[in-house]
């Protein structure tokens, strides 16, 4: 197994099997492959835009007037927090309400279907003029955002083989999270301008609107996930669907008679809500939710709350060119870096290694107060998220069936926005009342509970078939 991972190769049992599992743990590690994998990722580049694009353009919508701050806003807060606030509610019922259709009408078209509902009111919120009319669409932006990320998971999951699963997804997240410094630097530049009477944070909008809309032309050529096709039955359509995936890949195929096909796979009655409590999978949804709820506190924490904590230390690294570049090129280079070893060590044990990461750096981050050691710690908080997040998003696809995937997902990931509505109120209040050491206590803490649940209930998934985990 070890020799297959490092030189990029199929494991040796399972080449002459010709199951459908077999057949894609069978495929190479080529450039065909990684290419099918970014081409898949760039759905996702657009959810970590449009999240990292919030605090970007909300100086902007201030500066036209349109966003007030404080009891001036329209629902009596800060429009800059209600219009954070409708992301992850649309975020939390795109994920929990809508992604379960992805097990009913296939992983192609429900993320084809969420691409195109992203651009569309994407295009619909730049033209707006009134504040309610921005947060409105802004919370159908997320529903659709919510619906495409827990799908591609599913979809990465089903597609790629076992051997190569937690790289393929931390190279995923390496293109996805390619769109933090790209936001960052087309709001930089962007936002201050007017081009043809539109303001620049429209342009930022519009930019990820129209580009979504090329992606979703380019994916038009995707073929549906074959564990899904055959799972539904559809045992051709599943065979054929690896048969382009191998050629795809630079490996031959020989396409027998469709009478001969076999997928290897059981055809499973349409998964519902309560499946996903049934006695094998229930520890597994306690387990995830949890891990959810916490490790959005980690993640969100330390990205949106960074400088105003770097502020409560009393130094001006907060508007330093410097911090910005290095705090958002961790995301990508976390991701690739940790591609290279990603398939060496058990998922569970990633997240909670990458958790443990967190606590270390937020400790001595609160400790330190040199400038250059914070932007190190930073960093390394920051290369600790990207981890984490690629680890659990595959982790928590790889712990269900094909007939409950995106269901169990979409319910269990969904804690992590809402937990993000009100970690953020929770933050800022801890903030005003205990000051930096104790939001970091906060974070910390959670990030301890993310490796205590993981750790001890977690089932292992390295190079195991998916749907015998």
């Given at each position: 197994m070890s020799e297959a991972i490092s030189s990029g190769m199929p494991p040796r049992q399972a080449v002459n099997n010709g199951t459908l599992s077999a057949r894609i743990d069978a495929l190479p590690a080529s450039a065909g492959f990684w290419r099918f994998i970014a081409l898949l990722s760039l759905g996702g580049f657009f959810e970590l835009y449009d999240l990292f694009q919030t605090g970007y353009i909300s100086g902007g919508l201030v500066a036209e007037n349109i966003f007030h701050l404080g009891t001036l806003g329209v629902f009596g807060i800060s429009d800059q927090a209600a219009f954070a606030s409708s992301?992850?509610?649309?975020?939390?019922?795109g994920a929990s309400l809508l992604a379960p259709y992805a097990d009913r009408f296939g992983r192609r078209l429900t993320f084809m279907c969420a691409l195109a509902w992203y651009g569309f009111f994407s295009l619909l919120m730049a033209f707006q003029h009134q504040a309610e009319w921005i947060i409105f669409f802004r919370l159908l932006v997320g529903v659709g955002l919510g619906i495409e990320l827990v799908t591609i998971d599913t979809y990465l999951t089903e597609s790629v083989p076992s051997y190569l699963r937690s790289r393929a997804f931390a190279f995923a997240f390496f293109v996805?999270?390619?769109?933090?410094?790209?936001?960052?630097?087309?709001?930089?530049?962007?936002?201050?301008?007017t081009f043809l009477g539109l303001t620049g944070w429209r342009w930022v909008v519009i930019a990820g609107a129209l580009c979504s809309l090329v992606i979703w032309i380019i994916r038009k050529n995707l073929p549906e996930s074959p564990r899904w096709l055959a799972q539904q039955g559809r045992h051709l359509e599943a065979h054929q669907g690896v048969t382009r995936m191998e050629l795809r890949c630079g490996k031959p195929s020989t396409e027998p008679a469709p009478e001969a096909i076999d997928t290897g796979e059981i055809i499973q009655q349409q998964g519902r809500f309560r499946d996903i409590w049934r006695p094998e999978y229930r520890q597994r949804t306690l387990m995830l939710v949890v891990m959810n709820i916490f490790q959005a506190i980690g993640f969100f924490g330390f990205g949106n709350w960074l400088p105003a904590l770097l502020s409560g230390k009393g130094t001006s690294i907060t508007h330093s060119l410097l911090y910005a570049f290095f705090i958002t090129l961790a995301y990508p280079l976390g991701s690739l870096i940790c591609s290279r070893y990603a398939d060496k060590i058990e998922n569970k044990w990633q997240i909670v290694f990458a958790s443990l990461m967190t606590v270390v750096f937020g400790t001595l981050f609160a400790l330190l107060s040199n400038p250059i050691l914070l932007i190190v710690c930073g960093f390394c908080i920051t290369y600790s998220n990207a981890w984490l997040t690629y680890s659990y998003h595959a982790y928590q696809t790889e712990v269900f069936p094909t007939f409950i995937r995106a269901r169990a997902v979409g319910f269990c990931y969904s804690f992590s926005r809402l937990s993000t509505v009100f970690s953020s109120i929770i933050i800022g209040l801890i903030l005003q009342a205990a000051g930096t050491p104790g939001v970091l206590a906060f974070i910390v803490v959670s990030m301890l509970i993310v490796m205590l649940v993981i750790g001890i209930f977690g089932p292992k998934t390295r190079g195991l078939d998916p749907e015998k985990i």
């Open positions: 992301t992850f509610l649309g975020l939390f019922i996805q999270f390619l769109s933090v410094p790209a936001v960052a630097l087309m709001s930089w530049w962007l936002v201050p301008q």
